[in-house]
């Protein structure tokens, strides 16, 4: 399989803490996303990172993708109740896939505390 | 401006029946893809339009689902002869071009085949 695998699948963390959610994924990308999803709802774009990249902000979050190691990890600082939903990584592979075709993983379901 | 609409939200069909399932993207949206969902997973690709062309359908689990894209804009997934393994939650997401560019999903459509 070529999806990409998050760790943990559960996260319970209080409010202000950090929460740093982990990808591992088997194949070479063009590109890892990351993609928020409450409950019921469809998903959220948070931050594309290209496969030249290997690190990058946005807001109250931080990933980072190390290519040798074929994982991603996803940092959300000072976490809020609003946080709490289900986290994705997609990678696009660059090779075997149609450009642009995205594989998710499981998902990482954070709930955060007030 | 408006995202990606999805009709309908909610869907309850009883098996053998036939159910289409409508997409309309952001407009002037290239690519389209259709993801299919089950609980607790990650979507999985089912198919991909580029403008009206269905560059991909390797997703799709069977012969019994078919989509298509006729002016490059809206797009319809049916489903024909349900089955309960079809139960899931179907995600549209357009997007402006091919690659290298987040996705954009709808909220999507709960099937439940009883």
């Known amino acids: 399989s070529q999806q990409g695998e998050e760790d943990p699948q559960a996260l319970s963390i209080q409010e202000g803490e950090n929460a740093t959610m982990n990808c591992s994924y088997k194949?070479?990308?063009?590109?890892l996303q990351w993609y928020r999803q409450n409950s019921g709802r469809g998903l959220v774009h948070l931050i594309l990172?290209?496969?030249?990249?290997r690190e990058k902000h946005s807001g109250r979050l931080r990933v980072t993708l190390d290519t040798s190691k074929k994982s991603s990890s996803l940092l959300i600082t000072a976490s809020r109740a609003a946080d709490t939903a289900s986290y994705f990584c997609a990678t696009d592979p660059s090779r075997g896939s149609t450009l642009g075709r995205l594989y998710f993983g499981r998902g990482t379901q954070l709930t955060v505390w007030p | 401006g408006a995202g990606v609409s999805q009709s309908p939200r909610y869907k309850v069909a009883k098996r053998g029946q036939d159910v289409a399932l409508r997409c309309d993207p952001i407009?002037?949206?290239?690519?389209l893809f259709w993801y299919q969902q089950a609980l607790g997973q990650g979507p999985e690709f089912l198919t991909y339009?580029?403008?009206?062309?269905?560059?991909?359908k390797s997703g799709l689990p069977s012969d019994r689902f078919f989509a298509e894209r006729p002016e490059g804009s809206v797009s319809t997934l049916k489903i024909q002869r349900t089955q309960q393994e079809d139960s899931a939650v179907y995600l549209c997401?357009?997007?402006?071009?091919?690659?290298?560019?987040?996705?954009?999903f709808g909220p999507g459509t709960r099937l439940t085949v009883t």
């Open positions: 990172i290209r496969s030249n990249e």
């Open positions: 339009f580029q403008n009206e062309a269905q560059l991909d």
């Open positions: 407009s002037g949206h290239v690519s």
């Open positions: 997401a357009s997007s402006p071009g091919r690659s290298f560019y987040e996705q954009y």
């Open positions: 194949t070479s990308i063009n590109n």
